[in-house]
């Protein structure tokens, strides 16, 4: 016999979208349990991107877990991109008004962690199992197995926030789900050095060997990518092979300013566009990478999350406070026009800036030309800056 508990919104992960929607239910007198089947000390070193929309900030600083961040997050002022070893300075703040914070996601997610144990409520670790069942109709349950014990929670709403890789989507039958995905020829070869980066900013760099990134996550600590065959294998990249050809691609003026040294952590990642509609099946709601997935030029997978977290808590809120389930009717329609836009512009970015066609082609030539008149029509900037800083939400 399983063990029996009760919540209102019961929420299957605890990445940054399942943590911060608890956060801010809970602001909001909403109780939820968080479901997660991995370790605490697994989920807090998993290690993504570092770049905090504006809007994002904001809504870390309503959800009151924005301390650390203002004290040890970098506000960016400004992104470079490069194109032929030449740089050319996007002013971020100077077109929009607004800035970017380089944060690492895996800090974050510690602070959204510490914030829903010091008393927000429970956060099941290494719950395996978890099943969705009934969300169809009043009363969904899910059920799982932690500490050797069967369990289940009856609940109001489930918030599926686990994942690209997750049980809510694959719940779901394939005849309820409208798919669009794109795959990309090419992976990111990562690094993370504790090295002070070689940039105050960030920097994007195009480059005929393939696409190069200098980012980081403190004065101490850098973040490097390059462009690779998406099934090159990590062993044939030691880390002075890396580094060479990272230095390569940022171009001489970049190059002596790398400092190198021994990798933290190296990773080879495919890229990946894809969106799953629609978001809402009766109590289920998806949020973040369980309904979409970017690929990382841009940094948007976070900020997407934060977006979607954004429209499902003020839905949940609105649902229990005033009785109005308007906005849980709009919200699949309402966090995906926003998804579309990062899809558009992560795609984009991607396809501006890497290797992708001939050497030689008139494909080749017109993405240059994108990339030139880019850096040369203060409209191309702005257009830049504002999807960079992330569109309202
Ligand atoms: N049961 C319970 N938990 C699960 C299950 C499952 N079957 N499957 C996955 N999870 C957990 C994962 O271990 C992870 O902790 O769900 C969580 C999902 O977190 P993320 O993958 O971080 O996704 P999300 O919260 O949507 O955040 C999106 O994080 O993944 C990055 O690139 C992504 O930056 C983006 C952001
Ligand atoms: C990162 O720091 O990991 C990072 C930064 C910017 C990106 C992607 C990843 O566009």
Same mark, same amino acid.
């Given at each position: 016999m399983a063990r029996q508990q009760r919540t209102q919104v019961g929420i299957i992960g605890a990445g940054p979208a399942g943590l911060l929607l608890a956060r801010l239910l809970k602001l909001n007198g909403i109780e939820s349990v968080i479901l997660e089947d991995r370790s605490r000390a697994y989920v807090e070193a998993r290690i993504r991107a570092g770049v905090l929309e504006h809007g994002t900030v904001k809504l870390l600083e309503e959800a009151g877990v924005a301390e650390r961040l203002h004290r040890e997050g970098l506000v960016h002022e400004g992104v470079e991109l490069g194109l032929d070893g030449g740089r050319f300075r996007i002013d971020l703040a100077g077109l929009t008004d607004k800035t970017i914070t380089v944060y690492g996601q895996s800090e974050v997610v510690q602070d959204l962690i510490a914030a829903r144990l010091a008393g927000d409520g429970p956060i099941v670790w290494e719950a395996s199992d978890v099943a969705l069942h009934?969300?169809?109709?009043?009363r969904p349950r899910l059920t799982y197995r932690a500490g050797g014990v069967d369990h289940e929670l009856a609940c109001d709403f489930i918030a599926g926030c686990d994942g690209f890789r997750g049980a809510s989507r694959s719940s779901l039958p394939a005849s309820r789900l409208r798919i669009y995905e794109q795959d990309y020829p090419f992976g990111w070869l990562g690094i993370l050095a504790d090295v002070p980066p070689c940039s105050e900013e960030l920097i994007y760099a195009s480059h005929p060997r393939g696409f190069a990134l200098a980012s980081m996550r403190s004065h101490t600590r850098s973040r490097y990518y390059i462009q690779c065959d998406r099934h090159e294998k990590l062993e044939d990249w030691p880390d002075d092979r890396l580094w060479d050809e990272l230095k390569r691609r940022l171009g001489p003026d970049v190059a002596p300013r790398v400092t190198t040294g021994p990798a933290l952590e190296k990773s080879i990642t495919g890229l990946h566009s894809f969106v799953c509609l629609p978001m809402r099946h009766g109590r289920l709601f998806l949020a973040g990478d369980a309904a979409h997935i970017v690929p990382p030029t841009g940094a948007k997978g976070l900020n997407l999350a934060a977006s979607d977290v954004h429209y499902l808590s003020r839905a949940l809120v609105s649902h229990y406070a005033?009785?109005? %389930?308007t906005l849980l009717g709009a919200y699949s329609e309402q966090a995906s026009a926003r998804v579309w836009k990062a899809e558009r512009f992560s795609w984009w970015l991607t396809l501006l800036m890497h290797?992708?066609?001939?050497?030689? %082609?008139f494909a080749e030539q017109m993405q240059r030309a994108e990339i030139d008149y880019l850096l040369s029509s203060p409209a191309g900037q702005t257009v830049f800056a504002e999807n960079y800083v992330g569109l309202p939400f």
């Open positions: 009934d969300f169809e109709m009043d005033r009785n109005d %389930s290797k992708v066609h001939p050497d030689g %082609s």
